[in-house]
């Protein structure tokens, strides 16, 4: 039984494959040049959920252009199709592909379908029941992003408790559990986001040299310019002592460089110096693979930061 937008884009595809002979079918997200796939039924092609292809290499992204058509039983006849790179690297002789969209209209990402051979010139009397099946997984996801975004918020509420007494922000515990309530949402959705890895320079030197206060003077300082600066839908906590995190919701690389620089120049007018690091989310990776990533670069830059102190002081 179709539930939500999951099971619906797995009984459509089954469905689909079922009726007609194309091989692959799949549910996929865009988001910049990834092309993301969410859900998938094959045998021939061996493509998984999580694989990210180049989204400009696709006969997809030339099909939602209007550059070519949305059922091709002999791909290879339609140049714009033949030329893709996508083309070059698989063997394709039929394709069948049509947009999925969010409320607003813009590009979510596609219901389609390719197979090795060249299949019936029938298959474009199905265009209308494809097309049929891609606006149901719309509607499906314009009420469940409504919902996902009703339910965040009520997470964000129930984590209320896990707060960190200093700062506000959300302790170890919060952080955890919302966590990895996110990275249910970006598994179903193929949502992007980015994790930022914050641990301050010289916490121990204050508390040493100026007393307790002062580094907590420091820690209240370092949570309120966090919280200035990251967006209403991300969230930020205090792991540890001296390290914090942020989860940016619904970010792209480009987007998380331009808050790392928010953030870093919003450090400096406070007068916290901090070693930072950013990675975004891989779909074949999840949430915690990037908060690695993240820690690993952040550890980088402090050790950077150590070695040019040393040197100096030599």
Request: with cysteine.
């Amino acid at each position: 039984m179709v539930h939500d937008f999951a099971s619906a884009t797995n009984a459509i595809i089954h469905f689909l494959r079922n009726r007609f002979a194309l091989d692959l079918w799949m549910i996929t997200r865009t988001e910049g040049n990834d092309w993301i796939v969410l859900a998938v039924e094959e045998s021939y092609y061996d493509v998984k959920a999580g694989t990210v292809f180049n989204w400009s290499d696709s006969f997809c992204s030339r099909m939602v252009e209007g550059m070519g058509p949305r059922i091709a039983p002999r791909s290879d006849l339609i140049d714009i199709y033949r030329t893709a790179p996508i083309a070059s690297a698989v063997k394709i002789g039929a394709y069948v592909g049509v947009p999925i969209t969010r409320e607003d209209g813009s590009l979510f990402g596609t219901l389609c379908a390719i197979d090795p051979h060249p299949q019936s010139e029938d298959i474009r009397e199905e265009q209308e029941l494809i097309e049929m099946m891609a606006d149901m997984l719309s509607s499906i996801l314009h009420k469940e992003l409504a919902v996902a975004d009703a339910t965040r918020r009520a997470e964000r509420a129930e984590a209320e408790a896990a707060r960190d007494v200093l700062t506000s922000l959300y302790n170890r515990r919060g952080w955890d559990e919302l966590l990895k309530r996110e990275e249910d949402r970006c598994r179903r959705y193929g949502n992007p986001t980015c994790v930022i890895s914050i641990d301050l320079d010289g916490l121990k030197i204050v508390n040493d040299s100026q007393g307790h206060a002062a580094g907590d003077q420091l820690i209240v300082r370092t949570g309120k310019t966090i919280n200035d600066v990251i967006r209403l839908n991300d969230i930020a906590a205090r792991i540890g002592g001296d390290e914090f995190s942020i989860l940016c919701v619904e970010c792209s690389h480009d987007d998380a460089e331009v808050l790392v620089d928010r953030l870093r120049r919003s450090f400096e007018n406070a007068g916290v110096s901090a070693s930072i690091g950013f990675a975004n989310r891989h779909p074949e990776k999840g949430l915690l693979a990037a908060c690695e990533e993240a820690d690993a670069r952040m550890y980088a830059e402090k050790r950077l930061k150590q070695r040019a102190l040393t040197s100096d002081s030599h």
